[in-house]
T-cell receptor, first 114, second 117 residues
Framework: DAMVIQNPRYQVTQFGKPVTLSCSQT?????MYWYQQKSSQAPKLLFH???????NEADTPDNFQSRRPNTSFCFLDIRSPGLGDAAMYLC?????????????FGPGTRLTVT | AQKITQTQPGMFVQEKEAVTLDCTYD???????LFWYKQPSSGEMIFLIY????DEQNATEGRYSLNFQKARKSANLVISASQLGDSAMYFC??????????????WGAGTKLIIKP
C-alpha cells in the first residue's frame, strides 16, 4: 500500500543535542509537510516543500531545518533541541497537481527532550 | 482572516448513537475546501472527508457525512452508528485561495470524542 512512513516512532534526545527525524513516501506526491503538534493542540505547520521549492513558515524557529534530497524523502533537523521542542512531529504529503490537495499523514515521531 | 472554530472541546456519546461534531469557518473567499481529520491516541492523522465550496451535495464517505450549510458557514461532521473505535480527536480544517500557498490548511482546535460502551 502507498503510504507515508516516519522513523523513528519515538525519539529521545538530550537538551542541545542535534536530532534528525525522517519521512518517506511511496505516494509520489509533490508536496511534503512537517508539522509540530503539542498535546491536545492542532498541528502547527513548520514548513513545506513543493518538489524542491522550500516554504518556511514565518514563525518557525531557526533551530528547525529541513532537507528534501529527492521526491520520496524529507528530513527534519533540530539543531539544538530545547525542552519546549518536545512534541509529536507529523510528516504529511499531498499531490500538487490535483485538487483538493488533501494531506496524507505518517504515524508521527514523538520527540522527548531530556 | 481565515479561521476555523470547533466549539466542543470534548464529547461523550453512547455506542451506536449518531454524533455531530461542530465546525464553523470564516473566509472571504468564494472558493475554498473543508476537511475533517481523525487522530486516534496513536497519533496518526487520518483524512476522513472533504467538501468543496461549490459542491452542491453534502459529502459522504461510509459512516461519515458532512452537513454543509454555506450561508451559516458551518461544516459539521456527522458519524452514524458510532463505534468504540471512533474514540479520537477530530479536527476540522480549511483551505482557501488567500492562504500563502494552495497547499496549506487552517486547523481548528479539535474535538475529543469518547464513545461509551
Amino acid at each position: 500500500d502507498a503510504m507515508v512512513i516516519q522513523n523513528p516512532r519515538y525519539q529521545v534526545t538530550q537538551f542541545g543535542k542535534p536530532v534528525t527525524l525522517s519521512c518517506s513516501q511511496t505516494l509520489n506526491h509533490n508536496v511534503m509537510y512537517w508539522y509540530q503538534q503539542k498535546s491536545s493542540q492542532a498541528p502547527k505547520l513548520l514548513f513545506h516543500y513543493y518538489d524542491k521549492d522550500f516554504n518556511n513558515e514565518a514563525d518557525t524557529p531557526d533551530n528547525f531545518q529541513s532537507r528534501r534530497p529527492n521526491t520520496s524523502f524529507c528530513f527534519l533537523d533540530i539543531r539544538s533541541p530545547g525542552l519546549g521542542d518536545a512534541a509529536m512531529y507529523l510528516c504529511a504529503t499531498s499531490s500538487g497537481t490535483g485538487m483538493p490537495y488533501e494531506q496524507y499523514f505518517g504515524p508521527g515521531t514523538r520527540l522527548t527532550v531530556t | 482572516a481565515q479561521k476555523i472554530t470547533q466549539t466542543q472541546p470534548g464529547m461523550f456519546v453512547q455506542e451506536k448513537e449518531a454524533v455531530t461534531l461542530d465546525c464553523t469557518y470564516d473566509t472571504s473567499d468564494q472558493s475554498y475546501g473543508l476537511f475533517w481529520y481523525k487522530q486516534p491516541s496513536s497519533g496518526e492523522m487520518i483524512f476522513l472527508i472533504y467538501q468543496g465550496s461549490y459542491d452542491e451535495q453534502n459529502a459522504t464517505e461510509g459512516r461519515y457525512s458532512l452537513n454543509f450549510q454555506k450561508a451559516r458557514k458551518s461544516a459539521n461532521l456527522v458519524i452514524s452508528a458510532s463505534q468504540l473505535g471512533d474514540s479520537a480527536m477530530y479536527f476540522c480544517a480549511m483551505r482557501d485561495r488567500y492562504m500563502d500557498s494552495n497547499y496549506q490548511l487552517i486547523w481548528g482546535a479539535g474535538t475529543k470524542l469518547i464513545i461509551k460502551p
